[in-house]
């Protein structure tokens, strides 16, 4: 056996041991480890062989303050937790950011920042640098999130367009103004002429660009864009939104519906006032994200690529934290896709 290595009831080898065998200094041996910033190749070739029949582990709080690095990123969500775990949005969020990290070293930390108390918490952790990064989705106008982390020059990306900031905070988004458009056209070529819209929270940019894309698509068909009703992006909420916008405007022929999950809620309400769907009140959603599969009828909709959407972010956010971009505000844009099925 190497006369360097220990065996598995010897205690831990030191950084001490490492420098001795490698033939460096401490300081030295403390460098290559951590990022081999100022130090000659051969030395670090010593070092490396000197960790490997060591089989040193290096300490994470020592490495930490060598590197300033803590090897974890930030997902900060400004929702309540009962929403954030029960909308597919999230899900699939996740699901895409896990699966860049899971080819990285980085950790997953899920900041959940409801408005008041919780978000001033959040901002306080982040300024402490407990994270090298943070990737924020469901943004709100009154968050300040994008405004405070720009401040930070803390490497952040936002998943859908910041309120503000939007120079100086990278984001990835898809085209919900042209998804929200192309919606209302599959309507408009059917032969819908009182359509309505149930639209998200008024103080999201995606729910202002689905829309503003409904109106667009309006204005194009020479068509009134009066009937508007807002949710909350939840199948209650559009449950809500369904009734009202319903009761104000009962000769509407089409909706559409700025998520699949309120689309699901509206749809409930058209079963209970006896109007079939598509024949008597034609339905599009937006989302595509499992809910519009299980519908009765099952919902035209239109795709928003959220998985893909993270990786996307997630890879921007690690070329941040790796000081691979240059300083500049990426901005991605995805384009949406139709899908169709037997609500419209």
């Keep these: 056996m190497n006369g360097t290595r220990r065996d598995a ?5 030191t950084l001490d041991e490492v420098a001795r065998v490698a033939g460096v200094s401490r300081a030295t041996a403390s460098r290559a480890i951590n990022g081999g ?3 000659s190749p051969r030395a670090q070739s010593s070092v490396d062989a000197a960790v490997r029949s060591l089989g040193y582990v290096p300490n994470p709080a020592a490495r930490s303050l060598v590197t300033r690095r803590t090897d974890s990123i930030a997902v900060v969500v400004p929702e309540p937790d009962d929403r954030v775990f029960s909308d597919p949005f999230f899900a ?3 699901r895409g950011v896990t699966r860049v990290l899971s080819d990285s070293d980085m950790q997953l930390v899920l900041l959940l920042a409801r408005p008041g108390a919780s978000t001033a918490r959040t901002l306080r952790y982040l300024t402490n640098r407990h994270v090298d990064g943070a990737l924020v989705v469901s943004h709100h106008r009154d968050d300040g999130l994008a405004d405070q982390l720009a401040r930070l020059d803390l490497p952040c990306v936002f998943g859908g367009r910041p309120w503000s900031a939007g120079d100086r ?4 988004d898809v085209d919900n103004t042209a998804g929200e458009r192309m919606a209302t056209e599959v309507l408009v070529e059917r032969g819908c002429r009182r359509i309505g819209t149930i639209a998200g929270p008024s103080d999201m940019t995606a729910a202002e660009d689905r829309l503003d894309g ?3 698509a309006m204005s194009a068909a020479g068509l009134a864009d009066d009937a508007v009703v807002h949710g909350d992006f939840t199948e209650a909420g559009g449950q809500r939104a369904a009734e ?9 022929d089409g909706i559409v519906v700025a998520s699949d999950l309120m689309a699901s809620g509206a749809l409930k309400v058209l079963s209970a006032l006896g109007r079939r769907v598509p024949d008597d009140v034609a339905v599009v959603g937006y989302d595509d994200l499992g809910v519009a599969e299980r519908t ?10 959220v998985e893909e959407m993270a990786e996307r972010a997630t890879r921007l956010l690690l070329e941040q934290v790796d000081g691979r971009t240059g300083g500049h505000a990426m901005r991605v844009i995805i384009p949406p896709l139709l899908v169709r099925r037997d609500s419209a």
Excluded: K
């Design 9 to 13: 009831t010897s205690t831990s080898p």
């Design 37 to 39: 910033q100022r130090v």
């Design 92 to 94: 699939g969020t996740l």
């Design 169 to 172: 905070v990278a984001y990835v």
């Design 214 to 216: 409904w109106r667009q």
């Design 244 to 252: 009202e916008l319903f009761a104000r405007h009962p000769d509407l």
């Design 296 to 305: 009765t009828p099952p919902l035209t909709t239109v795709r928003q690529p």
